[in-house]
């Protein structure tokens, strides 16, 4: 099973912030926290990775809380292209894929 | 770079029959996957290698089999088809460490049982 939690679906309006919220309560000390992307019915795509400081890059900044239980993905200005499946992943050998969110960015 | 690359794109097989759907990456990395993703579902881990000559099964492994000869290929094969092995099936390759594991997805297979 996968180790996160996250929510179904969300909306944002276009050219606001998009924040995907993921849970992670039993990540290990060493396990990092990723997340990926899906469009539409392509292979998922990398978004950005970190451990326990935050992080950004040109795509998006990663928020996660001190006792690395959750962590939040924003998007700062989203546009009708960031309409996907965004997946939240606790990393190791074998990679477990959740549900994901439906993201709709609304115009 | 071609990164990964499958073939075929689409497939239908009859019950039964058998395939091999391959699975090509010219970055040089060490790990690749296998996944299956159902309609509306999440990604299910297949089968996964750590490097040449070594596999490992994943959360869905039944009906499945691969190998790992070289450290660009990594073919998945079905044996005895069944409906329930219609998915679309994408390959992924990553140059892991113990810090680091970025995937990079192939353009998938649509494979359908009938």
């Known amino acids: 099973d996968a180790k996160t939690t996250q929510p179904t679906s969300m909306d944002c309006a276009e050219g606001r912030a998009a924040n995907l919220p993921c849970n992670h309560s039993t990540i290990s000390g060493n396990e990092y926290v990723y997340w990926y992307r899906q469009i539409h019915s392509q292979g998922p795509q990398y978004i950005i990775h970190?451990?326990?400081n935050n992080e950004t890059n040109e795509m998006a900044s990663l928020i996660i809380t001190e006792d690395r239980k959750s962590s939040t993905l924003i998007l700062p200005h989203a546009t009708l292209r960031d309409t996907a499946v965004y997946y939240c992943?606790?990393?190791?050998?074998?990679?477990?894929f959740g549900k994901g969110t439906r993201l709709h960015i609304l115009p | 770079n071609a990164g990964v690359t499958q073939t075929p794109k689409f497939r239908i097989l009859k019950i039964g029959q058998s395939m091999t759907l391959q699975c090509a990456q010219d970055m040089n990395h060490n790990y690749m996957y296998w996944y299956r993703q159902d309609p509306g579902m999440g990604l299910k881990l297949i089968y996964y290698?750590?490097?040449?000559?070594?596999?490992d099964k994943g959360e869905v492994p039944n009906g499945y089999n691969v190998s790992r000869s070289t450290t660009e290929d990594f073919p998945l094969r079905l044996e005895l088809a069944a409906p329930s092995q219609t998915s679309v099936y994408f390959c992924?390759?990553?140059?892991?460490?113990?810090?680091?594991?970025?995937?990079?997805f192939g353009p998938g297979t649509r494979l359908t049982v009938l």
């Open positions: 290698s750590v490097g040449a000559g070594i596999t």
């Open positions: 970190g451990l326990k």
């Open positions: 992943i606790v990393s190791g050998v074998e990679i477990i």
């Open positions: 992924a390759s990553s140059y892991a460490s113990s810090e680091y594991n970025e995937q990079f």
